[in-house]
């Protein structure tokens, strides 16, 4: 998607990370517009954006308060 080629089992692993954020993200507290931003965000950035959605996404603010 990005121009980076991914296969084997790094592939696999990368496939399964987008899927479980995804899932995540449609399932967070979030408006649908947000949780939507999100997803694009992930799904046309994957890897940059799984990464930026584990520590800024929705659910993160609620896991460093403790909830």
């Known amino acids: 998607m990005a121009g980076i ?3 084997g089992l790094f592939g696999l692993i990368h496939l399964i990370l987008v899927i479980w954020a ?8 979030e408006s ?3 949780r939507g ?3 694009i965000f992930v799904i046309f950035l994957p890897l940059i954006g ?6 800024f996404g929705p659910r993160a603010r609620g ?3 403790g909830y």
């Not at 995804?22 to 507290?29: D, E, M, P, S």
């Not at 799984?50 to 520590?55: G, H, L, Y």
């Open 63 to 65: 896991y460093r308060r």
């Open 22 to 29: 995804i899932l995540n993200i449609a399932q967070a507290r």
């Open 5 to 7: 080629e991914v296969s």
């Open 32 to 34: 649908a517009l947000v």
């Open 50 to 55: 799984i990464i930026v959605w584990f520590f």
């Open 37 to 39: 931003l999100w997803i």
